[in-house]
């Protein structure tokens, strides 16, 4: 069978963080199809619809294809509905903080549905079980602050002069892009 490989999270905004992730998943899981799965929710915290995560996703080289939008990013069933559950394994890749937010184990002691990833070579069917990858969260430097997630780059933005926040956009996608500031400039307020 085929392995699924969902990456999910806001992105809000999408970095080259998540874009380093989504390669390294790739990588480790050559000849599998790796999505990434996020929602429509917009709120204070999640500002970037959908279609603005998934422009900003594309422009940090991830095929449209495979940035779905789900009613749940850690329930992607829009996803994984698509495949055999009888012949297909189901891989979630969860940074430690939201691998942790995961029950491995149901009320009685006994093995939950997800468990966290051993061996690629001996992933059952999504029908039997499920599995969580935990992935390393790729530090990086914006401003010349170490950064390890969007909230820091939308509360950073917010607070910087013009020319800083376009260090930021370079510093974010490897070159200044026009779409992407003016997003953040319309977005982060």
Request: aromatic fraction near 12%.
């Amino acid at each position: 069978g085929k392995i699924v490989v969902i990456f999910p999270g806001r992105f809000q905004p999408a970095h080259k963080g998540h874009a380093g992730l989504y390669n390294t998943l790739k990588q480790e899981f050559p000849n599998s199809d790796v999505y990434i799965a996020t929602s429509e929710k917009v709120d204070e915290k999640s500002p970037f619809t959908f279609e603005e995560r998934k422009f900003i996703l594309q422009k940090l080289g991830i095929p449209g294809d495979r940035i779905v939008k789900v009613k749940s990013p850690y329930v992607a069933k829009e996803i994984s509905d698509r495949y055999n559950p009888d012949k297909d394994s189901l891989v979630y890749a969860l940074s430690e903080k939201d691998a942790s937010r995961i029950s491995y184990t149901k009320k009685d002691g006994t093995p939950g549905y997800f468990q966290k990833l051993e061996n690629v070579q001996e992933l059952l069917p999504m029908k039997d079980k499920g599995y969580v990858k935990v992935a390393t969260v790729n530090s990086f430097k914006v401003l010349g602050k170490t950064v390890t997630g969007a909230t820091q780059i939308r509360d950073m933005y917010k607070h910087v002069s013009e020319p800083e926040r376009k260090q930021i956009i370079v510093d974010l996608y490897g070159k200044f892009d026009e779409d992407i500031y003016n997003l953040f400039n319309k977005k982060l307020k």
